[in-house]
């Protein structure tokens, strides 16, 4: 099967398995699992972060950073498609009593300075409390602008809250751009990094911060049921992945590039684009069945819905990527 639903959906390699065999574990929750302690000092030297924490998924990463910033009562402020607002169950307000104040994104992904100033609340018994800022990169496979990043989390620090990065595919925006992980990082008070993305792992996310955010982050882990034991199997693929699979997001960026460009002038598909390792396009609904079970039947998984999203990943190669550009133009050739 080609399956472009998602970049989560990659196999482990056979190197990588080995790795994970091979694996020297401890405790983690006693923080002595050697191999663990090697990511996070790697994360640590990459993001220019003082301490980090591994934990069982993303979601759970952002959920433990929102928490280390935010205390009961107080809000976050972050974007109405982000994921940690959309994505997440609504774990911040579920979980931690942290109230989000969503805001509408300008078309490249970012939210508008003065609309952010503007929802920041004084201090007031009314009102909860904002703390924190929390931004996305890549969003929807943008890259978000560095510049505005920068302004952002500069505005948010002028007014006291803490700045929060969900980094899930950072390095997929770091090697678009060529701008340094720790150049993306520095603005940030915490930044949380998936090694379960385009990087291959099976498993694992980072959360880098300051010491007493990571500290207060690993409470907030055990709490949330997310401390880990002999752990060390699972960072071994992450330290891994760090080490052979970050240079070759190119490839998929690549790949999804192609994708795009194969099938942009079939005249059905409408705002087709790539973005780092995501292809987009929005479809008539009466067509969206009929692709999507076509393309079943030549082997390709992909969800077909309003606005298509197609995935590139360490499992697609440009062969497939022919083999599913031939299959979108037999489609509608027909
Ligand atoms: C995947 C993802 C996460 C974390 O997801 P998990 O499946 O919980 O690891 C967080 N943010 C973004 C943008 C993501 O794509």
């Given at each position: 099967m080609i399956d472009l639903r998602s970049d989560t959906v990659t196999q482990p390699t056979d190197a990588m398995r080995d790795a994970i065999a091979n694996a020297t574990v401890g405790d983690d929750v006693y923080q002595d699992d050697p191999t663990v302690n090697a990511l996070l000092g790697h994360v640590c030297e990459l993001t220019g972060m003082a301490a980090a924490a591994f934990f069982p998924s993303g979601t759970q990463s952002n959920l433990a950073g929102i928490m280390a910033h935010c205390q009961r009562g107080d809000e976050y402020i972050v974007g109405q498609d982000a994921h940690t607002y959309r994505f997440e169950g609504g774990g911040a307000a579920v979980l931690g009593s942290i109230q989000p104040q969503p805001l509408p994104h300008a078309a490249d992904g970012t939210l508008p300075l003065e609309a952010i100033e503007a929802v920041i609340k004084p201090y007031d018994i009314h009102f909860p409390q904002t703390r924190l800022l929390a931004l996305e990169n890549t969003w929807g496979g943008r890259v978000i602008d560095q510049h505005w990043i920068e302004q952002a989390c500069e505005l948010a620090h002028a007014k006291g809250l803490m700045t929060h990065l969900d980094g899930a595919r950072l390095f997929n925006a770091s090697v678009a751009t060529g701008q340094a992980v720790k150049t993306l990082c520095a603005p940030f008070d915490s930044v949380s990094l998936c090694l379960s993305k385009g990087l291959g792992s099976p498993q694992g996310s980072v959360l880098a911060g300051s010491q007493e955010v990571i500290d207060a982050a690993i409470r907030w882990r055990k709490m949330l049921g997310g401390g880990m034991r002999q752990s060390g199997m699972m960072a071994a693929a992450g330290l891994h992945a760090l080490e052979h699979h970050v240079e070759r997001l190119a490839e998929d960026h690549h790949n999804a590039q192609q994708l795009a460009e194969g099938v942009a002038?079939?005249?059905?598909?409408?705002?087709v684009g790539a973005a780092t390792n995501m292809v987009f396009f929005e479809l008539d609904a009466s067509r969206r069945a009929g692709l999507q079970a076509h393309l079943e039947e030549q082997g390709i998984q992909a969800f077909v819905g309003p606005r298509t999203r197609l995935v590139t990943h360490i499992g697609i190669s440009p062969e497939d990527i022919e083999t599913v550009v031939a299959a979108f133009r037999r489609y509608f050739a027909e």
């Open positions: 002038d079939i005249k059905e598909l409408r705002n």
